[in-house]
């Protein structure tokens, strides 16, 4: 005859629910940049506010380098279990695919979109030596083509796609691109008058218009933000219809994620966003939370601005290894 030890058999039951349930363990958020910047700082303010509605560690990892790209492979190639989690942006996952020669990835279809979490406007900013208004500065540069310049963080940037963009807006806006290494370089040199204007985070110059080493124009977002309330928006200050430039920011897993974790995730990421310090952070880096934005809409949120972004693209002519 044989017998069953029926305390072993519930303790396997357990352990089998156990390992059921998810999370279970910690979870790793991977930060595709490096440390101290807007997004490092949304990133694990974000994973803070995810701990605490999952009631399990959200532990941040920093992997920057190449642009996005290194912690973006990381992430692709890890585990579909839920247990490693990208926190991707418009340079990782919406210019990556644009710009390379020989990407690494598929930003759609190497990856399960479980949300989009925040968007932050474009400010374009000048030397205080150049005019009041966005007007006045555009009439300048239409009167002298071959005269004036514009910073950015780089070539095939986001912050190059803002100003070609503005560009291709306004139309016959001659002011010429002038590609630096981050907006760490690109800043300093307007304020020191070797380019008239920037393109930038509204965050990452907004202390700098306070103090008056230089002064926004506009801002390309659909409404002014209480950070710089005297700044008006691009579409106001130039008269164009519904002008935006938003940088964004998305959480991803590798492709294969069950729909029932991307489910619980999505979730937990909108109960996120309405967490008073979550909120509160998001406020002083000019970043709008976008709840709802999740699983298939989240996918479709980023291949249609893909598609926006590849009309400017084409135009620039820049290609990456």
């Known amino acids: 005859m044989v017998t069953f030890d029926t305390h072993i058999l519930i303790c396997n039951a357990t352990f089998a629910f156990a390992q059921g349930q998810y999370p279970n363990r910690p979870i790793k958020l991977i930060i ?20 605490n509605i999952l009631n399990t560690p959200v532990i941040t ?147 700098q218009h306070k103090s008056g080493n230089i002064r926004i124009l506009g801002v390309a977002s659909s409404k002014r933000f209480a950070i710089a309330p005297d700044v008006p928006t691009v579409s106001e200050a130039l008269g164009l219809k519904d002008f935006q430039v938003m940088a964004w920011y998305e959480i991803l897993a590798p492709t294969g994620l069950p729909q029932s974790i991307v489910n619980q995730l999505a979730a937990a990421s909108d109960k996120a966003l309405s967490d008073p310090a979550l909120i509160e952070k998001l406020n002083s880096l000019s970043i709008q939370p976008t709840p709802g934005i999740t699983g298939n809409k989240a996918f479709q949120f980023v291949k249609q601005d893909m598609e926006k972004l590849s009309v400017t693209i084409k135009t620039l002519g820049v290609r990456l290894d």
């Open 32 to 51: 595709p940049f490096p440390p101290a910047g807007p997004t490092d700082i949304f990133a694990r303010q974000y994973a803070q506010a995810l701990s």
């Open 61 to 207: 990892e920093n992997k920057g380098g190449a642009a996005g790209v290194i912690g973006s492979v990381d992430a692709k190639r890890s585990t579909p279990d839920g247990y490693t989690l990208l926190f991707g942006t418009v340079t990782t996952h919406g210019l990556y695919n644009l710009l390379s020669n020989k990407p690494q990835y598929d930003s759609l279809s190497d990856f399960t979109h479980i949300a989009v979490i925040g968007e932050a406007p474009i400010a374009f900013a000048v030397n205080p030596s150049m005019p009041k208004t966005f007007k006045e500065f555009v009439e300048l540069v239409k009167n002298n083509p071959t005269k004036y310049s514009y910073g950015s963080s780089g070539e095939g940037t986001f912050l190059h796609y803002a100003g070609e963009r503005l560009k291709q807006s306004v139309g016959n806006f001659p002011i010429q691109h002038v590609p630096y290494r981050g907006s760490g370089a690109s800043l300093p040199a307007v304020i020191a008058g070797e380019v008239s204007m920037t393109s930038d985070t509204l965050s990452t110059v907004i202390n």
